[in-house]
């Protein structure tokens, strides 16, 4: 079964800058699209970014202009691209996969801690 595994998450102050990483352990296909959750402490898990296998994307409101999804098919990687985060923004973010036929892929989770 495929593995994703995440990578990027750290401390960083307001106004900062982070980009997530979601690695695949091999080609997926098949899939309705790939998104990036978060859970922040006491909260439930939040949909803030997903791409479809056209290529489209959307936002959560709350990201919206802040983050960037994207992918790069030959490294099996997707990306999130966190420009201006704010202390609202701390979490743990989780890559996901959602196959067409609705199995949900799950990475391992990646905390990013915003300071004010």
């Known amino acids: 079964q495929v593995q994703l595994v995440e990578s990027g998450g750290g401390v960083v102050q307001a106004g900062g800058t982070l980009r997530l990483s979601c690695a695949a352990s091999?080609?997926?296909?098949?899939?309705?699209?790939m998104g990036w959750y978060r859970q922040a402490p006491g909260k439930q898990r939040e949909l803030i970014a997903d791409?479809?296998?056209?290529?489209?994307?959307s936002y959560q409101d709350s990201v919206k202009g802040r983050f960037t999804v994207s992918t790069d098919n030959a490294k099996r990687t997707m990306y999130l691209q966190m420009n201006t985060l704010k202390p609202e923004d701390t979490a743990v973010y989780y890559c996901?996969?959602?196959?067409?036929?609705?199995?949900?892929?799950w990475g391992q989770g990646t905390q990013v801690t915003v300071s004010s």
């Open positions: 091999q080609r997926i296909v098949d899939f309705a699209y």
């Open positions: 996901n996969v959602r196959m067409t036929w609705g199995l949900d892929l």
């Open positions: 791409i479809t296998s056209h290529g489209s994307t």
